[in-house]
């Protein structure tokens, strides 16, 4: 048993593990564009989209912990890291501030829907001219009779085009800063919903991501997530949880990246050796493990701090650097271990390099999170 699991949590995590290579038996080079309701009912299936969310609701009830170990599983066992991501964006970005900000109708009718994946959710918080200043959002939330108005465009919303409904925030008062941002759920058949066509990236391909319009579109006082001026808080929320726990979806990558690369050194032979004999090899796949170690205990670590409600900015921001720095640089040396064949999308290499570029930007950038380290020990 590893890091100390007890016989369920190990027994749980090598379910999901088999359960998802059961349901996404395909190879890794095997694209097959975007992911559709049939692979998003199978996440829920397999208890990845509800697993944090109360068992009253359809989820499982998990920990933030347990639910990263969920995450992780599904993460090494399905190659298709744009449909995990897409999930767990579903999950923490919009599932989890609905629970906890949500009315107690908005609450009713959507979690069991989300949980079981019956209903896709996008969440809408990125501006064309507002990336990482989430204090100053250009879409604007007018108080109106039992409501309020959205008028404003949000880029890069994952699972947008495919998305049921929608978690967004908008300013009420621009002077507030921060304390002005509210944040809303919007369903996607809402008259003045505009979904724009999705945008061509250069990873995460079975995920679909492109922009949101919102024109004079009404949003009912009940679908307010915590009160007009809460959404900055709100945000931050889902956001601890989307650094730790979504990052465990590339602890898997890496886990899986790990030994394909072992098999391959092992098997493949040049010069009358097999290359793990050579140090240039080896000595990549050593750096391999060490990152995936460092950066998994790292991520325990985050989402230990939040099971006891006192989530650290600064172990969060560790983990998410961690993360997202080792499976690039992990990525890159995977595909000079497999050589000519990890530059084609047959073993899906250069997938997982490609899928590991954008992890380094969403979510606060790699940057970002070196500033938040730096404040918080005092700099």
């Given amino acids: 048993m590893e890091f100390g699991w007890n016989e369920g949590q190990q027994a749980r995590y090598d379910e999901v593990l088999e359960a998802t290579r059961a349901a996404f038996p395909a190879p890794p080079g095997a694209g097959h564009g975007f992911y559709t309701r049939k692979d998003w009912l199978r996440l829920g299936e397999i208890g990845m989209l509800g697993s944090c969310l109360p068992e009253e609701f359809g989820g499982q009830g998990l920990g933030a912990l347990d639910t990263a170990r969920v995450v992780e599983a599904v993460g090494r066992g399905c190659a298709d890291t744009g449909l995990v991501f897409g999930a767990a964006a579903h999950t923490f970005a919009c599932a989890v501030p609905i629970e906890r900000f949500g009315s107690d109708a908005v609450r009713r009718r959507l979690l069991p829907e989300l949980a079981a994946g019956r ?223 990890g530059y084609l999308r047959e073993d899906g290499v250069e997938a997982a390099l490609r899928d590991a570029v954008p992890s380094t930007i969403f979510s606060g950038t790699s940057d970002i999170q070196r500033q938040l380290i730096v404040k918080e020990i005092g700099l």
């Fill in 119 to 341: 209903l896709i959710a996008g969440n809408a918080m990125t501006e064309p001219e507002a990336g990482s200043d989430s204090s100053r959002l250009a879409m604007t939330a007018t108080p109106t009779d039992g409501g309020f108005v959205l008028n404003g465009t949000k880029s890069f919303v994952s699972n947008g085009p495919a998305a049921d409904v929608f978690v967004t925030y908008a300013t009420v008062n621009p002077k507030a800063g921060f304390l002005g941002v509210t944040g809303l759920v919007v369903d996607r058949d809402t008259p003045g919903v505009v979904v724009g066509k999705p945008y061509e990236k250069m990873g995460m391909h079975s995920c679909p991501a492109g922009p949101v319009t919102f024109e004079d579109c009404f949003v009912p006082e009940e679908q307010v997530l915590g009160g007009a001026g809460a959404g900055a808080a709100i945000f931050q929320h889902s956001m601890g949880w989307e650094r730790a726990c979504l990052f465990a979806l590339y602890i898997g990558l890496l886990d899986r990246l790990l030994d394909q690369c072992v098999t391959h050194a092992r098997e493949r032979r040049q010069f009358g050796r097999r290359i793990g004999d050579f140090q240039s090899v080896s000595n990549r796949i050593a750096d391999m493990k060490v990152r995936l170690e460092s950066a998994r205990l790292l991520l325990y670590r985050a989402c230990w701090s939040m099971d006891r409600d006192a989530p650290s900015v600064l172990h969060i921001a560790l983990s998410k650097l961690a993360v997202s720095e080792g499976v690039l640089a992990s990525a890159a040396d995977a595909v000079r271990i497999f050589g000519g064949r």
